[in-house]
């Protein structure tokens, strides 16, 4: 076998740089849908399209069917003060030492290396007679909307390859389950001639709520919230931080006002300063200034609303032996909504999370919806997928693999659902910074998992 990690001038290259070309935040994919349409025609390949926004595309052979699947949508961050289209404008790429990057914006290498895989399996003759169906999801990063709608049964094969992972040295076997729990208050603005101030923290690091929520992330939200809780009689006009539920917030900031006699500037003098003592993060700036503003929510509502957001369980509450079992993550504050994504390998663990949520939120005065919670999902430890997969790694890298379960959500687990008697397992690049503008794909390792992806197929349909 040849272990290739020339990147340059490969299909996989050509296939991502155009994916990174093609707008495609969640809940704006027509125009990725009409790419891989039109990739499908062009290769004379068969393709459908589900009511969920899904397209599966077809390479007809013979011998088993080996389904593969990605994600089509990226979480859309960028910079902290930069503005970005998006829904219409490409994005803005680079490569430096062999790492694609794009300038101040998310790559997209989450999961554009998984489209861009699927697309060179479709059309590389090395795999020419091999009965393949790729799958392209709608919708993940909004709560595995693609996955959950498409049909039963609508796949043939029954070995699913997601290629949602992020690091070349691990074969994942497993994922948690989570939810999205969304509060909205029904509070209204009122007159308010108190003096009006706006409060602001940026250029924290951020990162998936998955990977990095357990390396001491400062979150944004509850750092605003933290400090206007610590004054008496504060109403807020305006609240605002967070991206997606599953981004760690870098950035957030709230305009209130404070009633004549509360020491504003000293108070948050000294909770800046405490900030820096416990925030391991290098490039955050914090402020405060004098603003204006005419109307607010009345105190107690105001109240409300921080209790629920510092209340909020949030952050690593149970680790098992592949690492962060159990955690939450405060991602979203906008005017009168809150959204946090709790995740758990523990279904049992992940309902009293989801309801311990919904309970505070209800108890302040706000409608919550019952969460869909996603399942999570694990493969047996004798399932011949996990073990063809491990002794195959073994040959072409020469080296062990690491086994794991991620902490975060991958799709497996809802198409599994959905298609009785399916192995899964997931593999993909090294993908470092995801749902951050520092996201960035190691280029090498996109070709040594093309080269990986193509030998376990080989064995597959053998």
């Known amino acids: 076998m040849s272990w290739r990690t020339d990147y340059k001038d490969t299909d996989e290259l050509r296939f991502f740089t155009e ?19 039109d990739f499908a025609e062009s290769n004379g390949l068969e393709h459908e399209a589900d009511d969920a926004g899904n397209l599966l595309i077809r390479r007809k052979g013979t011998g088993r069917t080996i389904v593969l699947q990605g994600h089509m949508d990226i979480v859309a961050t960028c910079s902290s003060g930069m503005e970005f289209d998006f829904e219409n404008v490409p994005l803005d790429t680079y490569i430096e030492d062999g790492w694609m990057h794009a300038r101040g914006t998310t790559l997209g290498g ?4 998984g489209l861009a895989l699927m697309m060179c399996a479709l059309t590389d003759p090395a795999l020419e007679g091999i009965d393949l169906e790729c799958l392209f999801t709608a919708d993940e990063e909004v709560g595995l909307m693609g996955a959950l709608g498409m049909k039963e049964g609508w796949l043939s094969g029954r070995v699913l390859i997601n290629l949602d992972s992020e690091d070349i040295r691990e074969i994942t076997i497993g994922s948690a389950g989570s939810a999205d729990v969304e509060a909205v208050f029904p509070f209204t603005s009122e007159e308010d001639s108190n003096k009006a101030y706006r409060v602001e923290i940026s250029g924290l690091r951020g990162g998936h709520s998955a990977g990095e929520i357990d390396r001491d992330r400062g979150n944004a939200i509850l750092i605003v919230a933290e400090f206007l809780r610590r004054m008496r009689g504060v109403r807020i006009a305006s609240f605002k931080g967070g991206s997606a539920s599953n981004v760690i ?3 957030a900031s709230a305009l209130f006002t404070a009633p004549d006699g509360c020491s504003v500037d000293r108070i948050f003098e000294e909770y800046s300063a405490g900030c820096v003592n416990l925030l391991e993060e290098p490039d955050y700036v914090f402020t405060l200034r004098p603003s204006e503003c005419t109307e607010s929510w009345n105190q107690e509502d105001s109240s409300a609303y921080l209790d629920c957001i510092v209340s909020c369980p949030n952050g690593v509450f149970e680790r098992d032996e592949y690492g962060v079992k159990t955690s939450s993550n405060l991602g979203i504050a906008d005017q009168g909504r809150i959204v946090a994504k709790p995740r758990s390998s523990d279904f049992a663990a992940l309902r009293k999370l989801i309801s311990n949520q919904s309970e505070l939120f209800r108890s302040r005065g706000a409608t919550v919806e019952d969460p ?6 694990k493969e047996s430890d004798d399932s011949e997928l996990v073990k063809l997969a491990s002794d195959t790694y ?3 890298f020469g080296c062990e693999p690491r086994v794991v379960v991620t902490h975060g959500g991958l799709e497996s687990s809802t198409i599994k659902d959905k298609h009785p008697g399916m192995e899964a397992i997931s593999i993909g690049p090294t993908v470092l910074g995801a749902h951050t503008p520092d996201e960035k794909i190691d280029l090498r390792t996109l070709t040594e998992a093309k080269g990986y992806l193509f030998e376990l197929i080989h064995r597959l349909s053998e």
């Open 19 to 37: 994916l990174t070309q093609v707008p495609r935040p969640s809940g704006h994919l027509d125009r990725i849908r009409a790419f891989l349409t």
């Open 110 to 113: 989450d999961d554009g290396g």
């Open 249 to 251: 917030p870098m950035s």
């Open 372 to 377: 869909v919670a996603f399942p999570a999902w």
């Open 394 to 396: 073994r040959d072409y």
